[in-house]
């Protein structure tokens, strides 16, 4: 069809895994076959029980991941082909200001410093107040089941978990720090929310509709 924008045909993924015994590897397979065609103006969704493949499909079809067969045609290239390093250039491509930027004949260079990067920098902004929160929480739980931060060192985990004990007695030794981690996550949440409202003021007015 000549308005088909996405063609995939017999994708596979087998995922290898040592511990098979004497040096064997283990072998899994996430998908099996899968085809389909997606035509301009068409919405695709997948469902299926837990396990089945949903987001091995996605990744792959993304390019996120590499398919193990088989071939995903995207407006005429086979990009399950392509590798991870070649698609970057292509997704940013696909952009409008990109796109803008090449029909006005820009070059590479003024592309990427004066088009991607200003585009790229506010959501990385955004982000990394969100990425501080989960690693805080990470670290706040692996502590707390004693496999993160080790004595004499002292964490917002290991407080809590020293506390349990006093909990009848002294709650708020507990209780202080637990209160401390979900404030902190909470103003660094809207720390990245205040971030993506200052970059992207038009963020604000899609919101309160």
Do not use: H
Request: proline fraction near 4%.
């Amino acid at each position: 069809m000549s308005n088909e924008i996405l063609s995939v045909k017999n994708i596979r993924k087998i995922y290898e895994s040592s511990g098979g015994g004497y040096g064997r590897k283990n072998t899994v397979s996430a998908l099996d076959g899968v085809s389909f065609n997606l035509v301009q103006g068409e919405t695709l969704g997948i469902v299926g029980e837990s396990g089945c493949g949903k987001s091995t499909l996605g990744r792959i079809i993304s390019r996120l991941d590499s398919p193990t067969a088989g071939e995903i045609i995207y407006k005429g290239n086979d990009i399950a082909k392509k590798s991870l390093a070649e698609m970057r250039p292509l997704r940013n491509r696909e952009r409008e200001f990109v796109k803008a930027a090449i029909g006005g004949g820009a070059k590479n260079s003024t592309i990427i410093f004066r088009e991607i990067l200003p585009n790229v920098i506010p959501s990385v902004l955004v982000f990394i107040p969100l990425m501080v929160s989960l690693a805080m929480l990470t670290e706040s739980a692996l502590s707390f089941l004693s496999i993160g931060v080790q004595a004499p060192d002292a964490s917002w985990g290991t407080i809590i978990k020293d506390g349990l004990g006093l909990l009848y007695t002294r709650p708020i030794v507990a209780l202080a720090p637990g209160l401390f981690i979900v404030i902190t996550a909470v103003a660094l949440n809207l720390l990245g929310d205040a971030v993506r409202d200052a970059l992207d003021p038009k963020a604000r007015l899609r919101g309160a509709f």
